[in-house]
């Protein structure tokens, strides 16, 4: 169980027993104090649709089982020998389960189509990508290869939730932008002339253009933006120095440069991971960030090689012979 759920039972737990107490604790003579005790009564309503909206219809049920429980006790304390009154009040139950198990249902519901929201919009980027990886890489897996390591560094970075969430989806759409980079120049194998390099730059822009219309890939624009910024401030297309480059961008471009190392290319073999570990040393300060660097080296090489293997093209050998 995750912390975040944890702290939602406390606060169901807690509510419910304030409610409980003051329930309990609320006389029914004078009138007065009545009216209290009975508004009291239909807050018993409310753990029940928290929980259900939290944890769906099977913690709504576990719920609504608690509030039931110590609200027909009270029932029974409270009005003893009162057959008619705590009929009434048995009666109640009825409400309280019906708050657990509607909203339950409906939020499972919700849940489950939102879930296969996600999967369709996950499908969808991935088959942008994959087409990407081929025309560049003649490979489909480069772009999910480095989404991998940028997560796992960014957990380690201590990063979750959402936040890392949009930096796997910014690292995974890092090149989209070289959709607007022509054939000639993009999967040209010799080196680029000057004003080639020119248009080949324009990529971080033209792909932060294209995602950032794109509403929940708001923050992973950002990172497309600034993949190809350098952490002295030599980078481009803005220049951004240290900090001011957002830390999704930093940790990617340190998952980049490992993956770019790890992998075999026509001028070059792959390198072992203690090499690119050396190689990567070397870029602190200059390149990369020196604490996403840091924690990049802490990661049990046994991890890389895991994500290494999950994506590994089979024809890796046979791709172009890029260094832009
Ligand atoms: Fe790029």
């Known amino acids: 169980m995750d912390r975040n759920a944890k702290r939602k039972i406390i606060i169901l737990a807690l509510l419910t027993g304030l409610i409980a107490l003051f329930h309990y604790l609320t006389p029914t003579e004078p009138h007065d104090y009545h009216k209290i005790h009975i508004v009291l009564r239909k807050l018993y309503f409310l753990p029940p649709v928290m929980a259900a909206a939290w944890f769906g219809l099977r913690g709504a049920c576990f719920t609504a089982l608690a509030v039931s429980l110590l609200f027909i006790l009270h029932a029974f304390l409270d009005w003893p020998g009162n057959y008619m009154e705590q009929a009434n009040q048995v009666g109640e139950l009825a409400g309280f389960w019906m708050a657990a198990v509607i909203p339950g249902w409906l939020f499972d519901k919700q849940r489950t189509l939102l879930q296969e929201l996600a999967n369709a919009n996950e499908e969808t980027l991935l088959g942008l990508v994959s087409a990407l990886d081929l025309r560049e890489h003649n490979t489909r897996l480069h772009s999910q290869r480095v989404r991998e390591y940028t997560e796992l560094l960014a957990t380690r970075y201590g990063v979750d939730g959402a936040v890392l969430r949009e930096i796997g989806f910014g690292a995974l759409l890092h090149d989209v932008g070289k959709i607007a980079v022509p054939d000639r120049i993009l999967l040209k194998p010799d080196k680029l002339t000057d004003e080639e390099w020119q248009e080949m730059r324009k990529h971080p822009e033209a792909g932060y253009r294209i995602v ?34 957002p830390l999704g961008a930093r940790l990617f471009m340190v998952a980049d440069v490992y993956d770019a190392l790890t992998s075999q290319r026509p001028y070059k073999p792959a390198l072992a991971h203690e090499d690119a570990a050396t190689e990567i040393q070397k870029q602190k300060g200059t390149q990369l960030d020196p604490e996403v660097v840091t924690t990049f080296l802490a990661i049990e090489p046994a991890e890389l090689r895991q994500i290494a293997e999950r994506y590994h093209d089979a024809n890796s050998k046979d791709t172009f012979s890029l260094t832009h």
């Open 212 to 245: 950032k219309r794109i509403g929940f890939l708001k923050e992973a624009a950002e990172i497309v933006h600034a993949h190809h910024e350098r952490f002295d401030g030599t980078g481009y297309p803005r220049g951004l120095k240290g900090d001011a480059i």
